[in-house]
Nanobody, 125 residues
Framework: QVQLAESGGGLVQAGGSLTLSCTAS????????MGWFRQAPGKERKLVAAINWNGASIHYVESVKGRFTISRDNAKSTLFLQMNSLKIEDTDVYYCAASTTVAATTPRADDYDLWGQGTQVTVSS
């Protein structure tokens, strides 16, 4: 069973940067579509960015375009989210997710069947 482990969250001032990483166990990482989601307490999990199996197709939600960059290193089974120009409203728990059934970029949370444990991102004023 593939497992996902996020790292890189923390506390940062508004305008600062953080890089989230998500490392997958198992050999099938390179065939999975991957995504980063965020979730506030009591609220629905929302997509931040998605990437297809080889990184050639990427999707961002409007609120992070130009500030966040999703990328992947299939040789290292690792997914990244570079977050620049962070805003207070970016504060949330961030989750990486993998789809073992879809290789193309997908924004649908229902397409993802593997999830990490989440990492807290807190942006202060």
């Amino acid at each position: 069973q593939v497992q996902l482990a996020e790292s890189g969250g923390g506390l940062v001032q508004a305008g600062g940067s953080l890089t989230l990483s998500c490392t997958a166990s198992g050999r099938a990482f390179s065939s999975y579509a991957m995504g980063w989601f965020r979730q506030a307490p009591g609220k629905e999990r929302k997509l931040v960015a998605a990437i297809n199996w080889n990184g050639a197709s990427i999707h961002y939600v409007e609120s992070v375009k130009g500030r966040f960059t999703i990328s992947r290193d299939n040789a290292k089974s690792t997914l990244f989210l570079q977050m620049n120009s962070l805003k207070i409203e970016d504060t949330d728990v961030y989750y990486c997710a993998a789809s073992t059934t879809v290789a193309a970029t997908t924004p649908r949370a229902d397409d993802y069947d593997l999830w990490g444990q989440g990492t807290q991102v807190t942006v202060s004023s």
